[in-house]
Nanobody, 120 residues
Framework: QVQLQESGPGLVKPSQTLSLTCTVS??????????WSWIRQPPGKGLQWLGH???????YSSPSLKSRISMSKDTSKNQFTLQLHSVTPEDTAVYYC????????????WGQGTQVTVSS
C-alpha cells in the first residue's frame, strides 16, 4: 500500500527557510513510472503545484517560485524534501506531497497535508 507522509515545522518566521520532508512507503522513489511533487493550498485559495523531483534527480518547479525553491531526494530513506527560501506570510498554506504518474497530470497518491504558517 502506497503512503506518503509530510513532516516539518508548523511555524516559520518571515525571511527564513521552510523545510518539509515527505516519507514514502509502499513504493520506491526511484521507480521510473513516477515523479514526486509538492503542492500547496493557501487559505481560501485553490491548489498550487510547487514542483516535482524525478527518479533521476532532475527537478522542475513553478516559474513563480523557481528562484526560492530547492528540492531533493534521499533514496536511502525513501524520502524527498522541499525547501522554500525567504518565506513571507503569503507562503502560509497546507503543504502536500504527492505522487505524479509520469506522462500524465495525475497525482494518484497524496499525503494528508501539513499546515505551515509564516508569522513572526
Amino acid at each position: 500500500q502506497v503512503q506518503l507522509q509530510e513532516s516539518g515545522p508548523g511555524l516559520v518566521k518571515p525571511s527564513q527557510t521552510l523545510s518539509l520532508t515527505c516519507t514514502v512507503s509502499g513504493v520506491s522513489i526511484t521507480t521510473v513510472s513516477y515523479y514526486w511533487s509538492w503542492i500547496r493550498q493557501p487559505p481560501g485559495k485553490g491548489l498550487q503545484w510547487l514542483g516535482h523531483v524525478t527518479y533521476s534527480d532532475s527537478t522542475y518547479s513553478s516559474p513563480s517560485l523557481k528562484s526560492r525553491i530547492s528540492m531533493s531526494k534521499d533514496t536511502s530513506k525513501n524520502q524527498f524534501t522541499l525547501q522554500l527560501h525567504s518565506v513571507t506570510p503569503e507562503d502560509t498554506a497546507v503543504y502536500y506531497c504527492a505522487r505524479l504518474v509520469v506522462g500524465t497530470s495525475d497525482h494518484d497518491y497524496w499525503g494528508q497535508g501539513t499546515q505551515v504558517t509564516v508569522s513572526s
